[in-house]
């Protein structure tokens, strides 16, 4: 529909204007919004003081000046309201409060014991609950709350399938907006945890990359020219279901020989039942980790054994999207000083060399908190969507 311009038409997209730019260039003074906008002082100045009494910018002292008059700088209000994101693990909920930069204020882990869909709801609903009650007082308030899930999500927030959750056509994203009557936004954990390691991680500044999330299972998010590739339908990523054995284990998925049931952290456990160690009746992989330090030379060949199977599947990626940047993050990276060396020894051996010359792999400088803030960006851009006016 062709969009017929007028002067309140105008002021808004004007307005929208000047909020990228103080929130992109902050802090920043008026005369540069003009600079940078093109738009004269005079509307800058009017806009500027609307976005201060909407709590959204603030004035600070007086900056350098060039000649004549210091001029006033201009912050924007980062703590104006929060955003809550949340990492819906198959055994664990991560929930974490952040401000609008997607600065980490409180977080709140749970483990789930109890897997019946009852229960984790139950669970996540009360982990929001705790998160909206320690929120600051702010005057935009909670302005959303991202989710990430270990499945294929469509565009409403319905979860299609999640095969380690045993979920089908769930709308969570329905669920959450009836319960707490706050916009909520539903992504697929791998593509939360790549976004989360883009604005904020390992892959800061980096156009073209690839997180692997290792957990339970595996997921991956890609990062093309700075932006999250979805595929036809944003359902791409699914590359744990990589085909890496065709006679192989039956999957979760309904298919056999799936590259997560290999290289995963359920992988791990459930060969980590055979051994004798003490560890193995837990089923805690931090503990598996304490006893490879120690010294412990079954747990060792284990660790050595999975990162294998983690470098067959990162060479399939390495040969398809020839990314400058491997993220390897979720839980089972905590064992990157027993898993890094026979990825890196599988993925040379096997990879083509040209598509590995340039190529950098990285475990997650966020650990295990990049999918909750990945999803808190997503609620905090959604936030942002709404002051944004474009015209095409």
Sequence with gaps: MRITGDQHLIKKINKSIVFETIRQKHPVSRAQISELTNLNKG?????????????????IGPGQSSGGRRPVMLLFNHVAGYSIGVDLGVNYILTVLTDLEGNLVREKTTALHDLSFEAIISTLFQSIRT?????????????????????????????????????????LAEMIRDEFH???????????????????????GVEN???????????????????????????????GH??????????????????????SERAFLDQAKSLSAAEAEDGDIDLFIQAANEGNGDVIRLFN???????????????????????????????????????HRVIESRSLPY?????????????TYSTALGASSFAIANFFSDMKISVE
């Design 209 to 239: 990359l690839v997180y692997i999330s290792v957990g339970i299972g595996i997921g991956t998010g890609i990062i093309i020219n700075n932006a999250l590739y979805g595929g036809t339908a944003g359902f791409s990523g699914e590359m």
């Design 43 to 59: 509307t800058v100045s009017s806009l500027v003081k609307e976005l201060i009494d909407d709590n959204l910018v603030y004035e």
């Design 131 to 171: 998160m909206i009650s320690q929120a600051p007082d702010s005057p935009r308030g909670i302005v959303g709350i991202g989710i990430g899930v270990p499945g294929i999500v469509d565009e409403t927030g319905t979860i299609l399938f999640a095969p380690n959750l045993g979920w089908k056509n769930v709308n």
């Design 242 to 263: 990589f085909v890496i054995e065709s006679h192989g284990k039956k999957c979760r998925c309904g298919n056999r020989g799936c590259w997560e049931l290999y290289a």
């Design 355 to 367: 598509h590995r010359a340039q190529l950098r792999i990285a475990f997650s400088s966020l650990g």
């Design 305 to 343: 054994q999975v990162g294998e199977y983690l470098g067959i599947g990162l060479t399939n990626i390495v040969n398809t999207f020839n990314p400058e940047l491997i993220i390897i993050g979720n839980r089972f990276a905590k064992a990157e000083k027993w898993i890094s060396n026979p990825i």
């Design 182 to 204: 706050l916009p909520v936004t539903i992504h697929n954990e791998a593509n939360a945890g790549a976004m989360g390691e883009h604005i904020f991680g390992a892959g800061k």
